[in-house]
């Protein structure tokens, strides 16, 4: 009985590597965003099979909004692993590729994909709050401001995000951007 136990634990704890050797699966979210992003450092690098490998670890830790990024991501990895490019139909495609385009800073590509995204019906705060960093990033700040006004009707939250996220700083240069950003934080 001991045994089965000891067998059972080790299946939900650690994969079957590519070698067949057994790999511990993260059990903390610290661990988990570790394995995350190591996996995105390869994606970026164009290294999709090892990134996909990374990227199939983290789904299954305990973290449910990095484990379904990172399913996200190993399908984009297996599709440019397969076909050499990546087939989006639906707003939910458009949306997850337009995010991988935004982290790889393929600014232009991102914007189209998010747009697509929107008029598709991802009518969401997250859609127009990444529409509107790729797009100040590009450096068209008037149609950042705007998709961030939208971003922060529709989901109040994402305003607090920007305040903290790295990807904002450069943005926070521009008085217009940094106001919008600020309004209502006391600062």
């Not at 590509?109 to 960093?133: N, R, V």
């Not at 797009?135 to 006004?149: F, I, P, T, Y």
């Amino acid at each position: 009985m001991r045994e089965c136990l000891r067998i059972w634990y080790q299946s939900k704890v650690t994969r079957r590597g590519n070698g067949d050797e057994r790999v511990p699966l993260p059990v903390t979210e610290k661990a988990q965003m570790e394995v995350f992003g190591k996996a995105m450092s390869h994606f970026g690098a164009g290294d999709f099979r090892k990134a996909r490998s990374l990227f199939e670890e983290a789904s299954s830790g305990p973290s449910a909004g990095v484990g379904e990024s990172a399913r996200m991501y190993a399908r984009i990895c297996e599709q440019r692993l397969n076909s050499g490019h990546v087939s989006v139909k639906t707003a939910e495609d458009h949306y997850n590729y337009g995010i991988s385009l935004l982290n790889q800073r393929k600014l232009d590509d991102a914007i189209k994909h998010l747009k697509a995204a929107i008029s598709q019906g991802e009518d969401s705060g997250d859609a127009y709050y990444a529409l509107g960093l790729a797009s100040g990033l590009s450096g068209d700040v008037h149609s950042a401001r705007q998709h961030l006004e939208r971003a922060f009707q529709l989901n109040p939250k994402t305003r607090a995000l920007a305040r903290t996220d790295s990807d904002f700083q450069s943005l926070m240069e521009h008085a217009e951007l940094r106001r919008l950003i600020d309004e209502g934080s006391g600062g």
